[in-house]
């Protein structure tokens, strides 16, 4: 493994140890950049590890099916905000709803973590990484 691999392995680490996102929060912020990307490996393995991690199927098919209405008002602010980093479309409104529920920090991690999945799709895509197993698709069609 090359050396600049395992620094953007401790990259990652470090991030989520600091970002100030709950294990499932993390998740959904995975989840919708691997959906809005889109990148078919990372919703693949963030899956099973958002199930893991306490996410229901449900959420995750409204995540793949852009479809929020039923997640508490904090979880839809996060998930509309990640929408807006995607889109390089941050201003003062997207900020002001994310702030109603995290604080500057937590926000600032959420941007860096989103951040980094982004950066991470594109990186598997250009090494061309593929899944082990078969896709699980969008709407966990095949899991």
């Not at 306490?54 to 904090?74: L, M, Q, S, W």
């Not at 990640?82 to 991690?109: K, N, P, R």
């Not at 250009?126 to 699980?136: H, N, W």
Request: hydrophobic share 45%.
């Amino acid at each position: 493994l090359p050396d600049v691999l395992r620094t953007y392995g401790d990259l990652v680490e470090a991030i989520k140890r600091d970002a100030g996102l709950t294990v499932a929060e993390q998740e959904y912020v995975i989840l919708r950049c691997a959906r809005e990307i889109p990148s078919r490996y990372e919703w693949h393995n963030h899956v099973r590890i958002a199930l893991n991690a306490g996410v229901g199927a449900d959420e995750i098919r409204a995540i793949a099916d852009r479809a929020t209405d039923e997640f508490p008002p904090k979880h839809r602010a996060l998930l509309a905000y990640v929408d807006a980093f995607l889109e390089g479309s941050v201003d003062g409104d997207a900020h002001a709803a994310i702030a109603e529920h995290y604080d500057d920090a937590t926000i600032a991690g959420i941007c860096l973590f989103a951040g980094y999945w982004l950066m991470n799709a594109r990186v598997v895509d250009a090494l061309g990484v593929e899944t082990e197993e078969p896709f699980v698709g969008w709407d966990l069609e095949n899991g």
